[in-house]
C-alpha cells in the first residue's frame, strides 16, 4: 500500500514558490491561528504541518536546499529563530483571545442557618459581590430557598448567578455551602434529633411526667419508676423533616436520661436519705478497701445498676 503523499511546503502555507519573506510570515500566522491546538482541536497535525514547513522556508538556506532537492536532500530544517517568534506572536493572540472570550467563573457563598431552619427549610437573602476582586464594590441580591432537612456543607447551586461571562460567553454558577450552627441542646444524626434530659433522684427513683424540649417545642414525657442513667427514650416523628411537605416522613428525637445527684442537701434531706438508705439496706455495693461506702455513693451505686 502506498504511503501518505507528503505535501509540499509551499502548498502547506499556501503560498508560491517566489514568496518573499513577508508573505511567508502572513501566511503563517494564518495558518497557525486556524489550526493552533487551543483554537482548534482537530488541528494538532495540520499545526505540526505548518510549523515544519515554515521552520525551513523562513531560513534562506534550509529554503535554498529544499527548492533544489525537496525534503529528501533537506537535513533538518535550522531556521526556527524567526519562527519562533512568530509563535510567540500567535500564542499572544490566542491568550488574548481567550481572556477577550471567556465562561463566567462559579462563585461561593457561605450562608450560616440555625438549626431549625435547617431541619424544617428558610429563605434567605443574600448579598453577592458583582466583582470579587473590587473591595467594597456593588452588589447583587439573591433570594436563596434552603430545602428542609438540609445538612452541614450542603451546596445550594443557583445556575447562571456567577461572574458574569466576556465575550458573550455564558456567566458562571453560584454555590451557596450551607453551614449550620451549633445548637445549645440538640444533636443531628442523620434525621433524627439527640438531646439529654436531666432527672432529680426522685423523678428518677418514683418515676414522672417531664417536659422535653424538641425542634417542635415543648413535648410531654413519662418516666416510668427505677429509670437509670443512660437510658434513652424514643418520641417518633419528633426529628428532622426528610423533605418538603406537612406530610413527609421524619426523623425521631431520641431523649437521653441523666440522673442529677443532689448536693448541699440540708440536714433534713439527708436525715431523709439516711433513713432511706436504711430501709434499702446494706446488701447494695460491697465494702470498700478503704471501709463502708457512705450513703450518697451507696444511692449512686443503686441508680446506675
Known amino acids: 500500500m502506498a504511503g501518505k503523499r ?5 502548498e502547506i502555507l499556501g503560498v508560491a514558490k517566489d514568496a518573499d519573506e513577508g508573505e511567508l510570515k502572513r501566511a503563517y500566522r494564518e495558518a497557525a491561528r486556524k489550526y493552533h491546538p487551543d483554537l482548534n482541536p482537530e488541528g494538532a497535525e495540520a499545526f505540526k504541518e505548518i510549523n515544519e514547513a515554515y521552520a525551513v522556508l523562513s531560513d534562506p538556506r534550509e529554503r535554498s536546499r529544499y527548492d ?5 536532500g533537506q537535513g533538518g530544517a535550522t531556521g526556527f529563530s524567526g519562527m519562533v517568534s512568530v509563535v510567540e506572536e500567535v500564542l499572544g493572540d490566542v491568550l488574548r483571545r481567550r481572556r477577550a472570550k471567556q465562561r463566567g467563573r462559579d462563585l461561593r457563598y457561605t450562608l450560616e442557618i440555625t438549626f431549625e431552619e435547617a431541619a424544617f427549610g428558610c429563605t434567605k437573602t443574600i448579598a453577592v459581590p458583582t466583582d ?7 452588589t447583587r441580591e439573591f433570594s436563596v430557598a434552603i430545602p428542609a432537612g438540609t445538612k452541614e456543607g450542603g451546596v445550594k447551586m443557583l445556575r447562571g448567578d456567577g461572574e458574569p461571562g466576556r465575550g458573550g460567553m455564558p456567566p458562571g454558577d453560584l454555590h451557596v455551602i450551607v453551614r449550620v450552627k451549633d445548637h445549645a441542646v440538640f444533636r443531628r444524626d442523620g434525621y433524627d434529633v439527640h438531646s439529654d434530659v436531666a ?9 414522672s411526667v417531664i417536659e422535653v424540649a424538641t425542634i417542635d ?6 418516666i416510668p419508676e427505677g429509670t437509670q442513667t443512660g437510658r434513652v427514650f424514643r418520641i417518633r416523628g419528633r426529628g ?6 406537612k406530610n413527609v416522613m421524619r426523623g425521631d428525637h431520641l431523649a437521653k436520661v441523666q440522673v442529677i445527684t443532689p448536693q448541699n442537701l440540708s440536714v433534713r434531706q439527708r436525715e431523709l436519705l439516711e433513713e432511706l438508705a436504711a430501709t434499702l439496706g446494706s446488701e447494695i455495693a460491697p465494702r470498700s478497701p478503704t471501709g463502708r461506702k457512705g450513703i450518697l455513693d451507696r444511692m449512686r451505686d443503686l441508680l446506675d445498676s
Not at 507528503?6 to 509551499?10: A, G, N, Q, T, W
Not at 533544489?68 to 529528501?72: H, N, P, V
Not at 428532622?240 to 411537605?245: A, F, K, S
Open 6 to 10: 507528503r505535501r509540499d511546503f509551499y
Open 68 to 72: 533544489k532537492f525537496g525534503r529528501d
Open 132 to 138: 470579587p476582586s473590587v473591595a467594597d464594590g456593588p
Open 199 to 207: 432527672l432529680t433522684l426522685p423523678q428518677a427513683a418514683l418515676g
Open 217 to 222: 417545642g415543648p413535648v410531654k414525657m413519662r
Open 240 to 245: 428532622v423533616p426528610r423533605g418538603p411537605g
